[in-house]
Every structure is written in structure tokens, then in C-alpha cells.
């Protein structure tokens, strides 16, 4: 194709929304959606905050290697070529869930989804105003924010619930249970597995539980004996192979590693420190020698799966008397080798539990592995038809051409006096504390959320299904999210920042407190749910407004553009760090005490709001000369 033949321009409808939602997806995938892959697959909160959150790094270095983006080739070609390897690393992730080693080799494509999206982002941005004149550059800005947030739903919403959908499809029947606390039961000894008598079809593969109705005695046991018994289960289900992932992980690091000098003298006596004086069990160390008395159920397949298939159970509360808790048990593995021999799950009883009551639990299995498989290869090939349309439908802007190596001295030279001029504007200290520090709680928050809402009640979760996380914080969320955008855009641009600054801050920092009650209640109620998360997702977008126009009030001068890239940045570097210790803090601490700790971790957000430098005019329409 010759180049007098290239299209200069085309229809912007053809291309901008396309563009924009491509480029919106890897983005949430990474951040969000494999925080809940990793969540059902098993891996720890510890594991997921801190691995995910290093994959903002990319984001955080993006205006580093900008220059290179205008250097080497045209932001055309960029574009097309990132979408073909972000197909590519969304096909390595769904190759790799079904190995033993998936978190390794998935988070190695996951970094390259990251690095590549980040470059796609810079591409697509220069392209925007390459390829459209300043009338529609305005006209169709809403356009992309509303086709970005568009992918945003997608998939942190819809993929997620696709994900659910076919976990649910893929599974066995889910086998329910009843536990029934009563002041006079017969006594439920520990059977030894091999002792108890199997029932096997061979022409139905479903989950066994035994018994079908858990009796469980009103009366305290002796805190050594109940100890003992939790020993002898963990025994009988370690030699059994039921060990999840992360504690097989745990296991293989400790006997491959010495523990380092910063682990010995700083991590492992912090942690020592806060399991003790802040810790999940706290109410109970400080108990008597009582505890609440044990029901024992167990499990097993009724005929041998296929080789290579696993069946994974989570077993969990699903309605009823909280004084009944799961303690041990809540995910089992089955595979050919281990389908016949029974595993123990173990129900206790809240040593102040007086009176009858009831509990149902249930037992639901799915192929999270070939769920989570078949929506990373649908978005493959999503984005193999991404980068097939945008091949030929993109236009040829004339001013999209390489700047080559000649302008690469000049260029370079640009680039570190932008770097320069940036650090050297009045207050410096005082915006970096704040683009590093205004969303220090969010930072935290946004990477346990979900683990919560996933995690079974028993460990302080609400349990819900991956499904209805989908629904939840992918739909609900992102709909309160970008209704609270618009809304602070609007009062913003009427008042101006000034005037609205301190009411955003409340709205970011206030509605975290939702975590609480959701934490101490825990309600089974769904609308309550969908209620308190909308809420402080509402909060979050009306707050993060003035975090955005913060950056364009700061960026204002001679080079806008590469300072508004730099405090972007900022702002990734201030989800980062605090997101990588936030799943070790919450292990450590519980989910409880967690919330709390991130409605403390509000307060540095508030102090560096008060120090900040602001025209009182900015953003008001007669009063904002930008």
C-alpha cells in the first residue's frame, strides 16, 4: 500500500471509542481482576497485594520512557503492536493457570500485559491529538472516558461474572449441610478416616459429606483438648494432599530459604509484636481455658476423577447463627490420587453459646482453573480482533511520523529539562507529600476489598461468590464510581476546587468506614452489600476528583503534558507502596482490625490536603484561564 494511498483521516467514531476501550481493559485486568483470580485460586492476601501491586510500577516509570515512544517509531505502530502482545500475554496467562507453577509464569505475563499497557496508553493518548483536530478533540473527550469506563465494567464486572458463571457450570452438585448446636446430642468422636464406612457410584462423580446433619453438644471442652484434635485433623489432611497452594508455597520457601537479617530484626518481631496486641484471636487468648466445643464432617468423591482434573471445595457458613463457625477445612483439593480418602473439616461452637440454634453450611466445587482459563483466552482473542480492526481502520495522521535519531539529542534534552523544571516549582515538597499520600488508605483498601468479599465468613470474609464480586464491586461500584466523577466535575467547574477541596477529602477518606460494619456484621443480605460498597465507591469518585484536577492545576506552564505524565506517576508510585504490605497487614491483624488501620490511615490524607498550595479560582469557568 503506497503512502499517498494511506487514509490521512477517518470518522473518529470508527476509532476513538474502539481505542479507548481497548486500552481501558488491560489495565483494570491487571490491577483488579487478577487481584480475584489469584483470590479463587487459592494464592494469600500477603502474595496478591504484594506481587499485584509491584505491576504499578510500569505505570509509575511511564514517563520515563515516553521519549522513546516518539523516537523509534510511529504512535500508530505502537498501538497495533501493543495490542497484538497484550493479546499475547492475556494468551500466556490462560496457558499457564493449569500448571503447578501458574503463579510464577502467570505474573510473568501479567508484568508483560502491564509494561505493554503502559506503553499503549502513552501511544494512544499522542494518537488522540494526532488524529483529531481541536473541535473534536473536545467533542469526543467525553466519548473516551465513557468507552474507558465502559471497559472498566467489563472487566471488573462482566468478565468477572463470567468467570463465576462457568465455575458454577463446571462444578459438581453444591452439597448443603446442617449444624445444629443442642444442649443434648450424643457426644461426636473423631473417627479415623479409614474407619469410616464410604458409599462409591461409579456412575456420578459428586461430593460425599458425611454426616448430613452435623449434632453438635452445648458444652465446653479443654483448650489442650481441642488443640489436640485440630493437630490430629491438620495431619490427617496434610498426609492426605489437601494443602492449599499457599501453604505449599510457604512450605517450599521455608525449607528453600534462611530468613534474611531485615526478616529476623524487623519483619518477623513487627509481626510477632502485632499478632499479639492486635491480632484476629485476641478475644480469645485473653479467654479462659474453655472453648466452645467441635463437630467434625467429613468429605470425599464418590468416584475417581478423571487423570490431570482437580475438584476444588470451598466449604463455608452460608446462613444462620454466627456462634457456629468453620475453624479448619474451608478448601479441600481432590485429584485421581486422593478422591477416596476423606477429608476433615472441623465446625466449632462459641464457648458462650447457651441456647439451641442452627447454621447451614455448603459445599460448592467448581474448574476455577478452566473458568478463569477460558475468560483470559476469550480476551485473547479480543484483542487479536483489536489489533486486526485498528490495523486497518486507524488513520494515518501526517504529523504521526518518527522523529528519528537526528532530533534525538534536542529531544532528550527537552526531556530532562521538563524533569527539572518540575522539581523546581515552588511547594515541590509539599505536592509530592500529596500525590503520594492523599489516597495512602485507598491504596490499601482497593487491594483487600475483594479478598474480602470472597473470603468465607469463618475468616472474617462476607463469602460470596466470584459471580456476585462481579456484580458487586464491578458493576455497582464502577456505576457509583463514575456517577460521583461526573458529579465533582460538575461542582467543581461551578465553585472550583477551593470550594469543594475539604468535602472531597471527607468523601475519599469517610465512607471507608463502611469496611468496618461490613467486617463486625458481616450481613448475608445482598442489597446491604451492594449498598455499603456503592457507597464508598460514590465517596471515592467525588474525592478522586480533586486528586485529577490537582494534577492539571500542578501541571499548568510550558509543559503541561510531560508534567501531568510525571505526577501521574506520583500517582501510581502512592498506590504501589502502600499496597504491597496492606495483604501482610491484614494476615497479620485480621479483617477487623484491618478496616480500622485504614480509617487511621486516612489521617496522613488530611494533613497533607491542609498544606498544599491552591489558587482559590481554579477550576471555576471564569475563573480558570486553562
Known sequence: MSTKSKPRSRKPWLWVPSLYFAEGIPYVIVMTVSVIMYKRLGISNTEIALYTSWLYLPWVIKPLWSPVVDLLRTKRFWIVTMQLIIGAGLAGVALTLPTSNFFKYSLAFLWLLAFSSATHDIAADGFYMLGLNKHQQAWFVGIRSTFYRLAMITGQGLLVIMAGYIESITG?????????????????????????????DASELR???????????????????ADSLLALVKQWNHRSGTQT??????????????????????????????RRHF???LNERRASDRVGNLGFVYFYLSKQPEPGEEVVVNFGRESGDTSIKLVLGSRMVFDAANWDRPQIAVIQLDPKLKHATRARFAARSG?????????????????????VYHKFILPYPRSDVVRGTDGATGLLAEFFKTFVTFFQKPYIGRILA???????????????????????????????????????????????????????GFLAAKHGLKYWLWWMVIAINVPDAVYIFLSYVQPTNFWVINLSVAIEQFGYG???????????????????????????????????????????LQEVIGYQHFFIWIMIATVPGFIVTKLIPLDPEFGKKNGDAS
Open 542 to 584: 467525588f474525592g478522586f476528583t480533586a486528586y485529577m484536577l490537582y494534577m492539571i492545576y500542578v501541571s499548568e506552564g510550558e509543559h503541561k503534558t510531560a508534567h501531568f505524565a510525571i505526577c501521574t506517576g506520583f500517582m501510581a508510585l502512592g498506590m504501589m507502596i502502600p499496597g504491597m504490605f496492606s495483604g501482610w
Open 245 to 274: 497452594v499457599q501453604e505449599t508455597r510457604r512450605q517450599e520457601q521455608t525449607a528453600e530459604q534462611q530468613p534474611s537479617r531485615w526478616q529476623r530484626h524487623v519483619s518477623q518481631p513487627l509481626e510477632r509484636f502485632l
Open 207 to 225: 461430593m460425599v459429606v458425611y454426616p448430613e446433619t452435623l449434632h453438635i453438644a452445648i458444652r465446653p471442652r479443654s483448650r489442650a483438648e
Open 172 to 200: 459438581l452438585p453444591t452439597e448443603k449441610l446442617q449444624v445444629r448446636a443442642v444442649p443434648q446430642a450424643t457426644e461426636m468422636r473423631l473417627l479415623h478416616p479409614d474407619s469410616l464406612r464410604r458409599r462409591f
Open 434 to 488: 500529596f500525590l503520594l499520600l492523599y489516597r495512602f488508605a485507598e491504596a490499601q483498601l482497593v487491594k483487600i476489598a475483594s479478598p474480602f468479599l470472597l473470603d468465607a465468613q469463618e475468616v472474617g470474609g462476607l463469602a460470596l461468590t466470584t459471580g456476585q464480586v462481579g456484580f458487586v464491586y464491578g458493576t455497582v461500584g464502577i456505576i457509583a464510581l463514575t456517577l460521583a466523577g461526573l458529579l465533582g
Open 367 to 387: 474448574n476455577i482453573p478452566l473458568a478463569w482459563m477460558t475468560t483470559f483466552a476469550l480476551l485473547a482473542g479480543l484483542f487479536l480482533l483489536f489489533f
Open 279 to 281: 491480632g484476629p484471636d
